[in-house]
């Protein structure tokens, strides 16, 4: 599974951006999708997360409200639309994929800033 990122780049705090990432190779496999963030000198840690087959997305405690993905199965792409941007939420996101036997794939990452 190949996982492609677009999107992210600068914005003020309070404003919004909207990310995407399409999954290419063995699609079938693939059980979720989601986002991870990593600031720098901190840990990796879940954004939000979709199953495949349905049911009601997951996020993170910090992002609730604020954030939230979808997903185009049709087309192998997730979303994650960021609004009220906060300085903090500042990172690195990573796309993720996870198969049916539970491998971990990953994107490149795409730059988030958040202006004060």
């Known amino acids: 599974v190949q996982l492609v990122e677009s999107g992210g780049g600068l914005v003020q705090a309070g404003g919004s951006l909207g990310l995407s990432c399409t999954a290419s190779?063995?699609?079938?496999?693939?059980?979720?999708m989601g986002w991870y963030r990593q600031a720098p000198g901190k840990q990796r840690e879940l954004v939000a997360r979709?199953?495949?087959?349905?049911?009601?997305?997951n996020y993170a405690d910090f992002v609730k409200g604020r954030f939230t993905i979808s997903k185009d199965n049709a087309k192998n792409t997730v979303y994650l639309q960021m609004n009220n941007l906060k300085p903090e939420d500042t990172a690195v996101y990573y796309c993720?994929?996870?198969?049916?036997?539970?491998?971990?794939?990953w994107g490149k990452g795409t730059l988030v800033t958040v202006s004060s």
């Open positions: 993720n994929a996870v198969s049916n036997w539970g491998i971990y794939y």
């Open positions: 190779g063995s699609t079938f496999s693939i059980n979720a």
């Open positions: 979709i199953i495949s087959s349905g049911g009601s997305p």
